[in-house]
């Protein structure tokens, strides 16, 4: 069974940065594309960054210059470095992984608050 664990949300004051981890266990199968998804409450899950296995990013507009999505393979482990954070990025952040040949995997979600 593959799991997904995050780590690293919080309460940070606008302005502030958070670093984000996720790692996947429990299995030998191909990771593709890793990344990260959010959704503030009443609203739709969003695309905020993906990265493939081969270094290949691509991340929301309004993240654009603040936020940087990196991995290591080695360790089946995604990061994102969140800098110039504002209250409207506040949101249960989810991980995301392409497993061959399952499919999307999820994680369980970190919050991350951020006040004005």
């Known amino acids: 069974q593959v799991r997904l664990v995050e780590s690293g949300g919080g309460l940070v004051q606008s302005g502030g940065s958070l670093r984000l981890s996720c790692a996947a266990s429990?299995?030998?199968?191909?990771?593709?594309?890793m990344g990260w998804y959010r959704q503030a409450p009443g609203k739709r899950r969003d695309l905020v960054a993906t990265?493939?296995?081969?270094?290949?990013?691509n991340s929301a507009d309004s993240v654009k210059g603040r936020f940087t999505i990196s991995r290591d393979n080695a360790k089946n482990t995604v990061y994102l470095q969140m800098n110039s954070l504002q209250p409207e990025d506040t949101a249960v952040y989810f991980c995301?992984?392409?497993?061959?040949?399952?499919?999307?995997?999820w994680g369980q979600g970190t919050q991350v608050t951020v006040s004005s």
């Open positions: 990265i493939t296995s081969g270094g290949s990013t």
């Open positions: 995301y992984a392409r497993v061959l040949p399952i499919g999307a995997v």
């Open positions: 429990g299995t030998s199968l191909s990771i593709t594309t």
